[in-house]
């Protein structure tokens, strides 16, 4: 008998329990009247993944039953596998159900809960320990649930079980090169245990998390057979005979991976499309300085909500190169992004006036600097409020690493796109943007990068050059090497404990950093957390 499968790649709204399950209804009946005999949902589709400590309040599980009642009496002649929370006997578990025809027929409680990284799931869940498979038109189809396939012992319990064709269903986020170790995974557990393998993954933005969705299946040899498209909200619809043997998916034209250039950039206008639109944002607006990292977060902008739905401001002062105002007009100009000119001068002024007693038989320095980035901080805030659109940073990694930022100037705003983007990474996405349509003037990117807050300054009057600071950085943030280790890789012992101390000592500043996408497998925040004070 053979069976015709749809993956539905949601993306739904954590918290917004009935809203998701009104997708789930949409979405079943929609597989159903395309033939589709079984629909398969992400892990925690009902609640959004990661609901975090909305799991600890008892309205949210009154409503994740209600949302499942409504399921239940809304879906019939379609069976349909879904995650979502639920308390029982021992606990709150993190389940795949099995739904058919008003009945829930199976369950599966998600075995190994991952509590690294991003993830911190034993805060909420407790674990499950035994297999399911449930019987559909003659397939036998066990169930797991995210962490589970990247154990070994749930898939072996499956097959054991009598599972032909395991579901997988994922709330798995996106970091560079992901996908492909995803596939890898798979193919290896397929060939393994003797099991084609189905991965369900969700899609969206979550604050700092991107789900890139690209669902996907294996046959038992680990060949993939099916690729759904990654950061799209979609269904990909599959077919398994029964009768066959071995039992696998029934074999689809495939789309390839994308590079980690296109992939990184498309989880970056992902993470902000749905930054603005889930928290009710009428749009995004930021500084553009002519410089490299404000050009990439326009062109982020642009594309992630529409010219017309974002504002430039420029905010040129008395150290502002005129080639900056150029660059910042033509590059709005070609993304057809409306510009503001805001010149700082009379502000700044003004504060060093109210200061001066302050500030008197004191030698200018960063004192000075400073007040030039959060006169542009108050000017950008001021616009945000009254537009009711998100202010936009446009602040990199390497940056926010060595603290190479002002707190309350160019650190104000809501969100962050490029935070988790080394600065070296930043010119290669500005490189891969511009392969599609020239966007960012070619001066941007070839001159050296400024702040531009005092006469003929660079970056590397203040940090090491980019090529040599960025893999230090990546060493020591996202690798956890020490700095004695580092050195032996060919690196100056003096100029590693330098960029070790500016990371150390910054670590107050990043605290109070909006949220921003995360692209790598150590992005700060969820992912890095250490104390500010400290005597490590």
């Known amino acids: 008998m053979q069976s015709r499968i749809r993956i539905v790649q949601a993306n739904p709204l954590v918290g917004d329990v009935a809203a998701n399950a009104a997708k789930v209804i949409a979405e079943s009946v929609r597989a159903r009247d395309v033939g589709a005999d079984l629909v398969v949902f992400p892990e925690l589709v009902l609640t959004g993944y990661p609901p975090e400590d909305l799991l600890l309040r008892p309205e949210l599980m009154r409503r994740v039953e209600a949302g499942l009642q409504r399921i239940l009496a809304e879906v019939t002649g379609v069976t349909l596998v879904l995650g979502y929370p639920w308390n029982a006997v021992g606990g709150l578990f993190n389940l795949a159900g099995v739904i058919r025809d008003g009945q829930v027929i199976a369950e599966y409680a998600k075995q190994h809960l991952p509590n690294y990284s991003v993830f911190d799931e034993k805060r909420y869940f407790r674990s499950g320990s035994i297999p399911k498979v449930f019987e559909h038109r003659g397939l036998r189809i066990g169930l797991s649930v995210c962490e589970d396939i990247w154990q070994e012992g749930p898939a072996r319990q499956a097959s054991e079980a009598g599972a032909q064709l395991l579901l997988n269903i994922n709330a798995s986020p996106f970091h560079a090169g992901k996908p492909a170790e995803r596939e890898r995974l798979l193919a290896r557990r397929a060939r393994d245990h003797g099991l084609s393998i189905l991965y369900v993954n969700m899609v969206g933005g979550q604050d700092e998390l991107v789900f890139d969705g690209g669902s996907f299946a294996v046959d038992r040899r680990g060949q993939v057979t099916h690729r759904a498209p990654a950061f799209t909200e979609t269904a990909l619809t599959l077919e398994c005979d029964a009768a066959a043997q071995p039992v696998a998916p029934r074999p689809a034209a495939l789309g390839p991976l994308a590079d980690d250039e296109a992939a990184i950039y498309e989880a970056l206008v992902l993470g902000v499309r749905d930054y603005v639109r889930k928290n009710g944002f009428s749009g995004a607006v930021l500084g553009l300085s002519g410089g490299i990292d404000s050009a990439l977060t326009l062109a982020i902008a642009a594309d992630a909500l529409g010219a017309e739905r974002v504002e430039a401001v420029l905010m040129p002062s008395r150290y502002t190169a005129e080639m900056s ?212």
């Open 325 to 536: 105002n150029e660059d910042a007009l033509e590059e709005a100009r070609r993304l057809g992004v409306a510009t503001r000119i805001l010149p700082i001068e009379p502000a700044f002024l003004t504060f060093l006036e109210m200061l001066a007693p302050a500030l008197r038989g004191h030698a200018p320095d960063a004192t000075e600097e400073n007040i030039q980035a959060r006169c542009r901080g108050v000017i950008l805030m001021a616009i945000s409020n009254k537009t009711g659109r998100i202010l936009l940073t446009t602040g990199n990694k390497s940056e926010m690493a060595v603290g190479y930022a002002t707190l309350y100037g160019d650190m104000a705003g809501g969100f962050a796109p490029i935070k988790d983007v080394p600065k070296l990474l930043v010119y290669r996405l500005a490189r891969y943007r511009n392969r599609r349509t020239e966007v960012i003037p070619e001066r941007v990117l070839t001159r050296s990068p400024s702040a531009e807050l005092r006469p003929d300054q660079t970056d590397q009057d203040s940090l090491p050059p980019y090529e040599v600071l960025d893999p230090i950085l990546r060493l020591y943030i996202e690798q956890d090497e020490g700095v004695e280790a580092i050195a032996r890789r060919g690196y100056p012992l003096d100029l590693v404990r330098r960029v070790a101390r500016l990371v150390d000592r910054n670590e107050y500043k990043r605290r109070q950093a909006p949220p921003g996408v995360r692209i790598s497998e150590r992005a700060f925040g969820r992912d890095r957390r250490y104390p500010i004070t400290s005597g490590f």
